[in-house]
C-alpha cells in the first residue's frame, strides 16, 4: 500500500518487493540511488527518500542527518502502518480518497488492531491481505497497480472474487494445522510449520491458542530454503504480540528477533528473523539449529520481565 501511494504520484515508477535481509546484506546495492525510494524496508543511505514506521529499521540521528546533507529524504514516522506514512506524506499532493475507505484497516492489520471478531469473520479485505506474498509476484503487482491507478476496493476484489473464496475454504485446513502444530510454552506460542510449505501471521495462532497465549513464534520455511527464493524461503520465524488480549503488550518482541540474527528486527509487537547457525558462522544449516534457536529465545523469554520490558 505505500508503494501504491508512491506509484500514484510517479505512475511509471518500477517497484521491487524485496526480504529486508537482502537490503541489510548490501545484496540489492545495484538498484539503490538518489532515484530510489525504499519503503518499509531497512534504512539504505544511497536512496532518495527513505520512508518506514519500524523503530528497528530507523536510522541513527547522525546517519539522517548526513543523508539528508546529501538530499536525501527521510520520513519515518511513528505511524500505524508504513502506508499511513506514504498516505501522510502525499495526500495533499494527491486525490487518494479512492484509498480512505481502506487505510483504517491496512493500519489496523499490520499495528495489531483487528479484533478478534472481525479476524474470525474473515472479511474479503482480510483475505485480500493473507493473499499478497512474494511467492506470487505476479498477483502483487496486479494489486499494487490496481490500487495506484485509483480502482475503487469494491472492484478491486471483485476481481479477485475466486482467489479470495478459494483461501476463504482452505481457512479450516490450515487451522487445523496450526493448532496441532503449536505449544504453549510459559505463555508463548510456538507454532512450527518448517518444512510444511504453509506460512501464518500472528492473528490466527493466537486467535486458536486464547488469552493464555501473551504472543506466539511461528517458525515457517526450509531448511534449505533461501531468502532469494520466495517459493522456497529461508528457514525463519516471526513473534507477534496477542493484540487479541484485553492487556496491552508490555514486552519488546523485536529483541527475540535480533537476539541471534542480526538482520532481524521489526515492531515491538510483530517481528522476524531467520534460523542462525549454533555456532555462529556462516554455514548452512543442519539439524539442530532450529532447535537452538528456539532454546535461546525461550531462555529470554523467560527473562521477559526484566530484559523486554519496555
Given at each position: 500500500?505505500a508503494?501504491?501511494v508512491l506509484?500514484?504520484?510517479?505512475?511509471?515508477?518500477?517497484v521491487?518487493?524485496?526480504h529486508?535481509?537482502?537490503?541489510?546484506?548490501?545484496?540489492?546495492?545495484?538498484?539503490?540511488d538518489?532515484n530510489?525510494a525504499i519503503?518499509?524496508?531497512?534504512?539504505?543511505p544511497?536512496?532518495?527518500l527513505?520512508?518506514?514506521?519500524h523503530l528497528?529499521?530507523?536510522?541513527s540521528p547522525?546517519e539522517q542527518k548526513?543523508?539528508e546533507?546529501?538530499?536525501?529524504?527521510?520520513?519515518?514516522r511513528?505511524?500505524p502502518?508504513?502506508?499511513?506514512?506514504a498516505?501522510?506524506?502525499?495526500?495533499?499532493k494527491?486525490?487518494?480518497?479512492?484509498l480512505?475507505?481502506?487505510?483504517?484497516?491496512v493500519?489496523a492489520?499490520?499495528s495489531?488492531?483487528?479484533?478478534?471478531?472481525e479476524?474470525m469473520?474473515?472479511?474479503?479485505?482480510i483475505?485480500?491481505s493473507?493473499?499478497l506474498g512474494l511467492?506470487?509476484p505476479e498477483h502483487?503487482?496486479?494489486?499494487?497497480?490496481?490500487?495506484?491507478?485509483?480502482?475503487?476496493?469494491?472492484?478491486?476484489?471483485?476481481?479477485?472474487?475466486?482467489r479470495?473464496?478459494?483461501?476463504g475454504?482452505?481457512?479450516?485446513?490450515q487451522s487445523k494445522?496450526?493448532?496441532?502444530?503449536?505449544?504453549?510454552?510459559?505463555?508463548?506460542a510456538?507454532?512450527?510449520l518448517?518444512?510444511?510449505?504453509?506460512?501464518s501471521?500472528?492473528y490466527?495462532?493466537?486467535?486458536?491458542?486464547g488469552?493464555?497465549?501473551?504472543a506466539?513464534?511461528?517458525?515457517?520455511?526450509?531448511?534449505?530454503?533461501s531468502?532469494e527464493?520466495?517459493?522456497?524461503?529461508?528457514?525463519?520465524?516471526?513473534?507477534?504480540a496477542?493484540?487479541?488480549?484485553?492487556?496491552?503488550n508490555?514486552?519488546?518482541?523485536?529483541l527475540?528477533?535480533?537476539?541471534?540474527?542480526?538482520?532481524?528486527g521489526?515492531?515491538?509487537?510483530?517481528?522476524?528473523?531467520?534460523?542462525q547457525?549454533?555456532?555462529?558462522?556462516?554455514?548452512?544449516l543442519?539439524?539442530?539449529?532450529?532447535?537452538?534457536?528456539?532454546?535461546?529465545?525461550?531462555?529470554?523469554?523467560?527473562?521477559?520481565?526484566?530484559?523486554?520490558f519496555?
Open positions: 500500500m508503494a501504491a506509484k500514484a504520484s510517479k505512475p511509471d515508477i518500477e521491487h518487493f524485496a529486508p535481509a537482502l537490503i541489510r546484506a548490501g545484496s540489492l546495492n545495484n538498484l539503490i538518489r530510489t519503503c518499509d524496508l531497512p534504512f539504505h544511497d536512496c532518495g527513505y520512508l518506514d514506521h528497528t529499521n530507523r536510522p547522525s548526513i543523508f546533507e546529501r538530499g536525501g529524504i527521510c520520513h519515518w511513528d505511524t502502518s508504513a502506508a499511513r506514512a498516505y501522510d506524506l502525499m495526500k495533499n494527491l486525490d487518494l480518497s479512492h480512505e475507505e481502506v487505510m483504517p484497516i493500519d492489520l499490520d495489531g488492531g483487528i479484533t478478534l471478531e479476524f469473520e474473515d472479511g474479503p479485505v483475505r485480500l493473507r493473499s511467492s506470487d502483487l503487482q496486479e494489486v499494487l497497480n490496481q490500487f495506484a491507478s485509483g480502482m475503487p476496493l469494491s472492484d478491486i476484489l471483485d476481481s479477485h472474487k475466486e479470495l473464496e478459494k483461501l475454504s482452505e481457512r479450516e485446513k494445522v496450526v493448532k496441532e502444530k503449536t505449544i504453549i510454552i510459559d505463555g508463548l510456538v507454532c512450527d518448517s518444512e510444511t510449505g504453509m506460512r501471521n500472528g490466527l495462532i493466537t486467535a486458536l491458542a488469552p493464555d497465549a501473551l506466539c513464534c511461528v517458525i515457517h520455511g526450509f531448511i534449505d530454503g531468502i527464493t520466495p517459493n522456497r524461503p529461508a528457514l525463519g520465524a516471526s513473534f507477534y496477542n493484540s487479541f488480549r484485553d492487556e496491552e508490555p514486552y519488546d518482541l523485536s527475540l528477533a535480533t537476539l541471534l540474527d542480526e538482520t532481524g521489526g515492531h515491538a509487537n510483530a517481528c522476524g528473523c531467520r534460523i547457525p549454533s555456532d555462529s558462522s556462516q554455514r548452512s543442519i539439524e539442530g539449529d532450529k532447535e537452538y534457536n528456539l532454546e535461546q529465545w525461550l531462555k529470554l523469554w523467560e527473562t521477559r520481565c526484566s530484559k523486554m519496555r
